[in-house]
């Protein structure tokens, strides 16, 4: 089993007891960890976002990979002037299937069990999405170079957990407090 | 939830790159091959090219041609813009008639296009209603009621990007309330030195979806004594389980009045228009029903698996439709 290692920089950023969580996710071939999901547990639970949105437009979703908190409903806008369809299979959360619908039609979806929900179309092989659907208001996607930044943490001790759409995750304790740097190596589910 | 997880990355074959915002300028590229129920090995093969060039959030550049080793053409060449909740498009794209753009074509499991869809199939003398028009589009509308209205050419050559006479009008009324569309077709070209008599023609068509389930049919007739009228409906139906697998089955009628495409094989891109590539045969009339089954296998996203078996009547238009059919189609973006 191939592996990735994740490197985490906790830094103190504030008198007011709340920190930046940053740092660096590496894949175990050496390169960045392009837009890994980057989460905490431990700390308070999240509240439904207001908006959240998965377009598609020109035969693709847009984002390619969303994070949404429990509760959150997620639009499915058709922007393409083809009919598409909207749904999940191989997710044992969440299985739907919203349709089929034209131009300007947008159907909705409500994520209530947390977990990762791969989005499919059933017209258009091609397309996919991942929707990351967790239990925590601190969270954030990598960039391109694997690197990340989750701002105004509380203090406290947490579960830093990854995911990455290459089908590696982990999970690892961390304190939230001073500067420090943390190591975690990853592995297939 | 970790086995789920793996599932998901697995069994999903994500894009190779992770967007916010789509790359302004993209592309697709496909190839379909497929064999000729009456023959072995492949026969049919099919190269499209899209490119896509997003100039705005308002206005994009559409480009498509395809390819066969017999025909070349343009698809599309249109600019789109977007204005409101309107839509419009300038240059060449597909006749706005009934379920005609590509995605509904040929993003099927069926293998065939539908008789009347059949680039041989001349529902009024000379023309198809699969078809590229020269000239300017509107659509739009909202909730319920959608709407869409094209002045054009539709007598353009297969590299003719702008329109020379633009004489025929085309309109579409969809109404859609839940799970159910209808839409309402109408063509109507003017008499002249150019392109002949005055033509027209009407269709009907509906789409009923549900979760797994989609049902969809149109009815088309070219309207005087020299009018081709036909049907078909599908079913598409995608069991629990296997979200990359679809089942299909299709009815299809027509009642031809004359110049039956005797050349034309299974193939979307081999039915080709018997005036240009010969049928000698030409009966005054000739109607029948061809049933067809069909599964598609999404194999991975790049690679998709057709096997169709056709049976019903044996009438010049269900020629190369009958009996077992395979077509292998590989999509690519970029």
Known sequence: ?189 | MCFWLLCACTLVEAQGSYSDTQNPVHGIFEQYLGTDPSHRGVQGTLSFLELDGDLSPSFKLVGSVAFTPDWDWLEEEYAQLNWKSNLFKFGRFRSPFGFNNWSEMYYTPFIGLPIIRGYGTEIVPNRSINRQDGGVEAEGGGGALQYQLAVVDSAMSDWEVTPRQMDTAIGRLQVSGGQFMIGLDGFAKESNHRSGPGEQMAGIDFRWTAPRVQVRGEFVKGIGNQGTSGYYVDLFYRPPGLARTQLGARVQGIDAYNKPSADSTSFKYYQTAPNEYGSEAIPSHSAGTLYTLAVRQFLTSNFTLDVNYGMGANIPQTNGLSGWSVQLQSTFRF
């Open chain 1, 1 to 189: 089993m191939k592996s990735i290692l994740v490197l985490v920089l906790a830094a103190s950023a504030s008198a007011s007891f709340a920190a930046d969580v940053h740092g660096k996710i590496v894949l175990s071939q050496g390169r960045a960890a392009s837009h890994a999901v980057v989460y905490l547990e431990g700390g308070p639970k999240s509240r439904p976002l207001a908006n959240a949105m998965v377009d598609q437009r020109g035969r693709t979703f847009i984002p390619h990979i969303s994070v949404i908190t429990i509760g959150t409903t997620v639009s499915f806008p058709n922007n393409d002037t083809i009919f598409h369809n909207v749904f999940a299979e191989y997710s044992k959360e969440d299985r739907f299937d919203i349709g089929m619908y034209a131009r300007g039609a947008t159907k909705r979806h409500t994520f209530s069990k947390p977990g990762v929900v791969a989005v499919m179309c059933s017209v258009h092989p091609d397309m996919s999405a991942y929707i990351v659907v967790i239990d925590t208001p601190y969270y954030t996607v990598a960039d391109s170079n694997g690197e990340y930044a989750i701002k105004n943490v509380p203090a406290g001790s947490y579960t830093l957990k990854v995911w990455h759409e290459s089908g590696q995750v982990e999970s690892k304790r961390i304190e939230v407090a001073d500067n420090r740097s943390v190591d975690v190596k990853t592995h297939h589910t």
